[in-house]
């Protein structure tokens, strides 16, 4: 049985003007499935939309249009089941300075409703690595202890969904480290859905099996991160030839086209292909290479292009 940890339809959000603000559509009408069990990247510019999205899914701003369902219940008809079922690692580094960790855990398990018998805390505490650092006050912790007690503020009720605004923006490798793991482990041990948002295009390519491309407000691609590297392994040559060719090159996953300007354009896979067997059927072909110019796709690109062509 394959089932959607998220749906949403339509969905838009217009902020209202204010403070010298113009009004801001932030989002404009996204469809989009996230699958249950699944490490999925929402990838984007900043501005793009992703944390408004995010912040939507979580209860914390108001949609303008359109309908959002978390684990099969509609944030509108179901607005405690919808929000019980989904916990947030905000892109803020939003916490109380008066609250040591353990008690910043223990008010978020009140604010959820979670009955003391059912609460972790200090099993959280040891996850996210801040037992040793279970009272000291919030003001007196390091940047990268916030952001873990974030983490673990997001996990006090148990939720099926975790959501992760730009976990590892401006953190150090080490934490970023951390949190990749606990991730992951929340993922394979739990089965916990994982949305994360990023502008790291690496980290999307190492931990996200699904990708969705927002764009000012809009969704502009959504692949298995499988078949959006499969994309970004195109390749293409481009050469000169000294004549016309009287003949054009052949070979197993050649793709080879002639501009006007008489040049050969010849796409192909990296994965199959080396620039060697394409250069080898060019000679092959009797042409005579006065330049040639390689055009490599990697996930940069792909966003760029992506993103460039809708702006
Ligand atoms: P991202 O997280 O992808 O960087 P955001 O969702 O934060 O993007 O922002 C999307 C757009 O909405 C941006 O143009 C941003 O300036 C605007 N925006 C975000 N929050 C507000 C707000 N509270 N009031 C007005 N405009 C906002
Ligand atoms: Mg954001």
């Not at 990268?144 to 730009?166: F, S, T, W, Y």
């Not at 916990?192 to 927002?214: G, N, P």
């Not at 054009?248 to 067997?277: K, M, Q």
């Amino acid at each position: 049985m394959t089932q959607n940890a998220i749906e949403i339809r339509r969905l838009t959000k217009t902020y209202r003007a204010g403070r010298g603000a113009p009004e801001k559509q932030a989002l404009r009408g996204i469809d989009l499935d996230i699958p249950a069990g699944s490490i999925f990247g929402l990838l984007g510019p900043n501005g793009a939309g992703k944390s408004t999205m995010i912040n939507i899914m979580a209860g914390l701003v108001t949609k303008t249009s359109g309908s959002v369902c978390i684990w099969g219940f509609d944030q509108d008809e179901n607005p405690r089941q919808s929000r019980a079922a989904i916990g947030v690692m905000p892109q803020e580094l939003n916490l109380d300075p008066f609250f040591t960790p353990r008690g910043a855990l223990e008010v978020q398990a009140g604010l959820y409703g979670v009955p003391k018998s059912q609460r972790r805390s200090d099993e959280i505490l040891e996850m996210v690595g801040l037992t040793d650092k279970a009272e000291a006050y919030a003001r007196t912790l390091s940047g990268g202890m916030r952001r873990r007690l974030l983490l673990g503020k997001a996990l006090v009720h148990h939720p099926r969904i975790l959501v992760l605004d730009e976990p590892t923006a401006g953190v150090d490798i080490e934490l970023r480290r951390m949190l990749w793991t606990n991730i992951r482990k929340l993922n394979a041990e739990r089965g916990m859905t994982i949305i994360l948002t990023t502008h790291y295009l690496e980290e999307a390519e190492e931990m996200c099996d699904e990708i969705a491309i927002i764009h000012h407000g809009a969704l502009v691609a959504r692949d298995s991160t499988a078949n959006l590297l499969g994309q970004m392994d195109a390749k293409c040559m481009v050469i000169d030839p000294v004549d016309p060719p009287a003949r054009l090159p052949v070979g197993a996953g050649l793709d080879v086209s002639t501009r006007p300007d008489g040049a050969l354009v010849i796409s192909y896979r990296a994965s199959h292909t080396t620039a060697e067997d394409v250069l080898r059927a060019v000679h092959a072909a009797g042409i005579a290479i006065r330049d040639v110019k390689t055009q490599q796709a990697d996930l940069e690109d792909v966003f760029l292009e992506l993103t460039r062509s809708r702006a």
